[in-house]
């Protein structure tokens, strides 16, 4: 079955923060324009049917009371992670419900440190991290990733190391495919960020969010898989909301295998008494992990890499002083705007609100820990981001 990646839909008005919000202060789109909504990480694609026809099955039904999370639930998780990504040994009781990544992060925060202690990340690092340990009052010590010869993202082992032993830093957070680098990370390269962790006796929370967004000629690596210290040693967070645009259902889950590290996470989860399933949420999932769930992400990440080639294409031709790196994973671009704002006089902010001048809603990269940038997302129909790019030629980068 072919899937729809290229009707547009007018979000305004429709509960879409992506549509409805311009996340720059005082900034306002210039008449005779119209807003293409490309920062936030939601999809500005239809919903796959397979979700939305198992979530209108359970609304047949005419109760919503309480509910436990069902047999099916954990089968779907078991299935996906065994078809997608090689995943065995994998039980039902190694899966913990979460509200959301950031909130399963932040569980996992307070139950292995402490107000103060630092935690080391890597940069770019994505926002949602920031505000959430800021809130949490841990300190970020960042570990700068680093542009190979080819302009490849690549983490520095010495550096984060080093920065592990001066700091006693015992909590890392690893983003996995890499936000907003777009990096899906090798085999290699995930054994030997863990012999870094292991050797400073430091618990690692994987955000692996991503991980279905994977580009063709690419292969999401689970951080747990490669060895089994860290299979005892990752927190691992996984969703179906990036994948599927399904944020606004709310519904995430952990996987951890260490009972000892389950405990804890699991425990600081329950205190609030707010991290529990919506019931539409788990069917959302139910039917995202679906045989037909899959093959609508298969042709998604399709569409996506379609787009990816367009913009890269475009600044490689167009605006040679902007570089970037085609992602390998996510549907988010980060430009490196540094040199062509330097050549032009023209300061990054000054270039963010051209584009949201003539609607193009994109993101400040900089919040992202790291100058001079923008991150944009490519996860819409293809005619719209065209329309982009033309704008971008025509009204900002001259």
């Given at each position: 079955m072919q899937y729809d990646f290229t009707t547009v839909l007018d979000r305004s008005g429709r509960d879409c923060l992506a549509a409805n919000t311009i996340p720059f202060p005082g900034a306002q789109v210039q008449e005779g324009f119209d807003p293409i909504p490309m920062w936030i990480a939601d999809m500005s694609y239809p919903t796959a049917p397979p979700v939305l026809e198992a979530m209108e099955k359970r609304l047949a039904f005419p109760n919503l009371g309480y509910f436990p999370l069902t047999e099916e639930y954990y089968q779907s998780i078991l299935s996906w992670q065994r078809r997608r990504n090689g995943v065995e040994g994998l039980e039902a009781e190694h899966i913990g419900y979460e509200n959301g990544?950031?909130?399963?992060?932040?569980?996992?925060?307070?139950?292995?440190?402490?107000?103060g202690e630092k935690l080391l990340l890597h940069s770019p690092t994505y926002v949602g991290f920031t505000h959430t340990l800021e809130a949490l009052g841990r300190p970020v010590v960042h570990s700068p990733l680093v542009r190979d010869e080819q302009g490849v993202w690549?983490?520095?082992?010495?550096?984060?190391?080093?920065?592990?032993?001066?700091?006693?830093?015992?909590?890392?957070?690893?983003?996995?495919?890499?936000?907003?680098c777009g990096r899906v990370w090798e085999r290699w390269e995930i054994e030997k960020a863990l012999e870094v962790y292991a050797a400073n006796d430091c618990i690692v929370l994987s955000d692996e969010i991503w991980s279905d967004i994977i580009m063709p000629g690419y292969r999401h690596i689970p951080t747990q898989s490669v060895s089994q210290d860290a299979?005892?040693?990752?927190?691992?967070?996984?969703?179906?909301?990036?994948?599927?645009?399904?944020?606004?259902l709310i519904g995430s889950y952990h996987i951890i295998y260490n009972p000892g590290l389950r405990h804890r996470v699991s425990h600081q989860g329950r205190l609030s008494g707010y991290n529990s399933c919506n019931v539409l949420s788990m069917h959302g999932l139910i039917g995202a992990y679906s045989p037909e769930g899959e093959a609508w992400a298969e042709q998604m990440c399709r569409a996506v890499d379609e787009n990816l080639a367009c913009a890269c294409a475009f600044f490689r031709e167009q605006v040679p002083g902007v570089r970037v790196m085609r992602p390998q994973g996510t549907y988010m671009l980060f430009l490196d705007c540094g040199p062509w704002c330097r050549e032009h006089g023209v300061s990054i902010r000054e270039l963010q609100l051209r584009g949201v001048g003539v609607g193009v809603i994109w993101q400040n990269g900089e919040d992202f820990i790291w100058p001079d940038t923008i991150r944009m997302n490519l996860a819409l129909p293809k005619s719209r981001l065209e329309e982009a790019l033309s704008r971008l030629k025509k009204y900002v980068f001259i």
């Open positions: 990544v950031l909130g399963g992060v932040s569980s996992a925060v307070q139950a292995f440190s402490s107000q690549r983490m520095d082992y010495e550096d984060m190391d080093r920065k592990l032993k001066e700091h006693q830093i015992h909590l890392a957070i690893f983003c996995s495919p890499h936000n907003p299979r005892n040693r990752v927190v691992a967070f996984y969703s179906p909301s990036k994948t599927f645009s399904l944020a606004g």
